[in-house]
């Protein structure tokens, strides 16, 4: 947690001592980066990102959670999504951070653990 800004570390004690968070912040404030601070030792973690955002947050995943297995559940519909979730879960257990999107959600990332 270093290497996080002083609003970054912030936002990971404020989620830490709840539990839930939104973390509601502009762009280029390092949301992916909080996020994945938040979810480290988690067992699961769905995160919910328009779809245009999932190639960045599978990245950050790589970067900041290098145990955890990344899922797109990236299929248009909720039946294909829950196969996709259902797939990923036989292979990789219980580790798995889930990214699902929306294309038409005007939300920013969140994550709920």
């Given at each position: 947690?270093?290497s996080l ?7 990971v ?9 939104l973390?509601?912040?502009g762009?280029?404030?390092?949301k ?8 480290r030792?988690k067992?699961?973690?769905l995160?919910?990102c328009?779809l245009a ?14 145990d ?11 039946v294909?999504k ?9 292979v990789a257990g ?7 999107g929306?294309?038409?959600?005007p939300?920013r990332s969140?994550?709920m653990h």
């Amino acid at each position: 947690m270093d290497s996080l800004w002083a609003h970054q570390r912030e936002a990971v004690e404020y989620a830490a001592s709840r539990n839930s968070a939104l973390l509601h912040l502009g762009v280029g404030c390092g949301k992916s980066r909080i996020a994945c601070e938040i979810a480290r030792g988690k067992r699961r973690v769905l995160v919910g990102c328009p779809l245009a955002v999932m190639p960045a947050w599978k990245k950050q995943a790589a970067l900041w959670l290098q145990d955890a297995t990344v899922v797109l559940l990236d299929r248009p519909g909720g039946v294909a999504k829950t196969r996709q979730l259902e797939n990923a879960l036989a292979v990789a257990g219980d580790a798995p951070v889930t990214l699902g999107g929306a294309p038409m959600a005007p939300w920013r990332s969140f994550v709920m653990h």
